[in-house]
């Protein structure tokens, strides 16, 4: 069996707690519902059991993902937001967070330091 990547197996298993906390709070929302069943929920996801979940799903086929990938505008590869920056371990090229939110932009002050690296410095009030 062929691992599947970490990402993967953590997103469906907060995906799979999301989608069933947003289901069974609608369904507390409505009054006749939550007389007849009760009032509280418990939602367990196990991150085995959404790994094996994804495996049952399947596997695209290597020859068919190949020739469909960059075959038409729809299966288009999109080209990632690229930044780059010196470090104290050199010149790092990485991508940008590819979601960008209004609200909450994401801001960082450092790219990459290893610790200890830093001077030993009060860093300034943010305002």
Same mark, same amino acid.
């Given at each position: 069996?062929?691992?599947?990547?970490?990402?993967?197996?953590?997103?469906?298993?907060? @995906?799979? !707690?999301? &989608?069933?906390? %947003?289901?069974?709070?609608?369904?507390?929302?409505?009054?006749?519902?939550?007389?007849?069943?009760?009032?509280?929920?418990?939602?367990?996801?196990s991150?085995?059991? !959404?790994?094996?979940? %994804?495996? !049952?799903?399947g596997?695209?086929?290597?020859?068919?993902?190949?020739?469909?990938?960059? !075959?038409?505008?729809? &299966?288009?590869?999109?080209?990632?937001? %690229? @930044?780059?920056?010196?470090?104290?371990?050199?010149?790092?090229?990485?991508?940008?967070?590819?979601?960008?939110l209004?609200?909450?932009?994401?801001? @960082?002050?450092?790219?990459?330091?290893?610790?200890?690296?830093?001077?030993?410095?009060?860093?300034?009030?943010?305002?």
């Amino acid at each position: 069996m062929k691992p599947i990547p970490g990402t993967l197996q953590e997103g469906g298993a907060a @995906f799979q !707690s999301t &989608h069933w906390t %947003l289901v069974l709070r609608a369904r507390q929302s409505d009054p006749t519902e939550t007389a007849r069943e009760g009032g509280s929920y418990r939602v367990v996801v196990s991150l085995t059991r !959404s790994v094996l979940w %994804l495996l !049952s799903l399947g596997i695209f086929d290597k020859a068919y993902a190949k020739a469909t990938a960059d !075959s038409t505008d729809e &299966h288009t590869y999109i080209a990632p937001d %690229l @930044f780059t920056a010196e470090t104290s371990l050199g010149t790092y090229q990485g991508m940008t967070d590819q979601i960008v939110l209004s609200r909450t932009p994401g801001a @960082f002050r450092t790219v990459m330091a290893p610790r200890g690296s830093s001077k030993p410095e009060w860093l300034p009030l943010r305002k």
